[in-house]
């Protein structure tokens, strides 16, 4: 995130809570850094018994957690100091570089430490201790290991109180192949209390929508977040199968008008329309709805103005660093397709219209932005797009129909592709 200065910084509250998200995305998925509200902390290890009490294959299970968060805080570290050092537009860009590649590397020997733990994890599946190091192997290991270790947890430790929790407030994310299992078999419980049994409910069509999503999108903006391994999975599930039931459990929730609370201020039928009216209209495959605004200064502009060029939508916000090192590739992209059926289009979140122009301003970003208004996330533009995380990113093709949900170096390829395509179609 960044001060009011325009520097960044990781020293502020929300800036801790960004880098902790995005560092989490990063292991467990791959990501690069991003913010999302909708993101779960995964559950706490239990307190390990002390060490005359716990046999030798626990012992091993806790130092490999330890060598992990040894290695996280490292990078955390490192990060901060280099972020700090960083004045330049080229010293961040490259600072940008080394984070890719330390995620890269830190995510490679994570998941050689899960894959480590895989025989002793099978030899005592059922012993209580193990769950501890079976949600580090959900956590950090390769897509396989994620999901035997999901149905070992499925199999044998449902008891555990905090696997109901992780199962009805997992991340959300589509790398969460180990959690299917996990709240099949919780939903199998006929005695489950009826709020529990909603939220699993919603937690699973929330699974499924992410996860279907996910296969929509093209390998080029996807291999790198996910991995090949977990891709070559996806690629063999029936997503029509997938859509079908999350939108079938959203709208039971939404007929049944369920009255409980998904998080404090927060309903779970609320949530549940949100979702199925993204699936319905803002999934890859589907029409852009109309944006029609008016830009920073005031002048009207919509979305379709660009139709016949490939768009880059960008939901941004001031206070966010995740924003402003998106905001400089796109800048680049701008620069590179130049001439080309190319444009990039923004979308302010800041409720004050000031922020927003200083945003663009102090990052020097030339394209036109749309302000969402003085509701912030919770009206407008950005409640439409359902934005639960900055920054949020489509790139919509020259017909108008989204092609993906993802940002930075790992969608350039399909940026490439559909400049292409746009091109071939003006000719005709």
């Known amino acids: 995130m960044q001060e009011s200065t325009g520097k960044p910084t990781l020293s502020s509250a929300t800036g801790g809570l960004a880098m902790r998200c995005a560092l989490f995305a990063a292991v467990f998925c791959g990501t690069g850094f991003v913010l999302n509200s909708a993101f779960a902390d995964p559950p706490k290890n239990p307190a390990s018994s002390s060490p005359r009490d716990q046999p030798d294959w626990v012992a091993e299970i806790e ?8 290695r996280q805080q490292k990078l955390f570290a490192e990060y901060a100091e280099r972020w700090g050092k960083a004045k330049t537009e080229a010293e961040q860009d490259a600072l940008e570089k080394w984070r890719h590649e330390a995620v890269d590397g830190m995510r490679k020997a994570d998941r050689a430490a899960a894959h480590s733990l895989m025989p002793l994890l099978r030899k005592h599946a059922d012993d209580p201790k193990t769950y501890m190091g079976l949600a580090f192997t959900t956590e950090h290991g390769s897509s396989d290991d994620r999901e035997e270790s999901g149905a070992l947890m499925g199999k044998y430790h449902l008891s555990n109180p905090i696997v109901l929790k992780w199962a009805q407030f997992g991340r959300g994310d589509g790398c969460d192949d180990f959690l299917e299992p996990i709240i099949r078999n919780l939903l199998a419980d006929k005695e489950m209390a009826a709020k529990d049994r909603t939220l699993l ?13 996910v296969a929509r999108m093209s390998n080029q903006s996807i291999t790198w977040r996910y991995g090949s ?11 029509a199968k997938l859509e079908a039931e999350a939108l079938e459990i959203f709208d039971q929730l939404i007929a049944k008008k369920v009255p409980d609370e998904l998080r404090p ?4 039928l ?19 709805p109309e944006i029609v605004g008016e830009d920073l200064d005031g002048k009207p502009m919509k979305l379709s103005d660009y ?10 916000v001031r206070r966010c660093s995740p924003c402003i090192t998106f905001g400089r590739h796109l800048r680049k992209l701008i620069d590179q397709y130049a001439g080309r059926p190319f444009a990039g289009v923004g979308v302010n979140i800041d409720k ?11 990052n020097k970003f030339t394209w036109p932005t ?16 359902n934005v639960q995380g900055f920054p949020t990113v489509y790139v919509i093709d020259h017909a108008g129909v989204i092609r993906s949900k993802a940002r930075g170096p790992e969608f350039d390829p399909l940026i490439e592709e559909l400049v292409k395509k746009a091109e071939k179609n003006a000719a005709k």
Not at 63 to 70: L, P, S, T, V
Not at 270 to 288: P, W
Request: net charge positive; hydrophobic share 40%; proline share 1%.
């Open 270 to 288: 609320e949530e549940a329309k949100t979702e199925a009216y993204e699936m319905r209209h803002l999934a890859v495959g589907k029409k852009a």
């Open 307 to 316: 139709r016949g060029k490939v768009v880059v939508l960008d939901f941004g």
């Open 370 to 385: 749309i302000w969402n208004g003085p509701t912030g996330c919770a009206g407008g533009i950005a409640k439409d797009w």
């Open 265 to 268: 201020g927060l309903s779970i």
């Open 63 to 70: 130092a490999a957690i330890k060598a992990q968060e040894d």
């Open 201 to 213: 409910q919603f937690s699973l069509a929330q699974y499924l929508k992410h996860k279907a999503e």
């Open 352 to 362: 004050d219209r000031k922020d927003a122009k200083a945003f663009v301003e102090e």
């Open 229 to 239: 391994d977990y891709i070559a999975k996806i690629r063999q599930r029936d997503v």
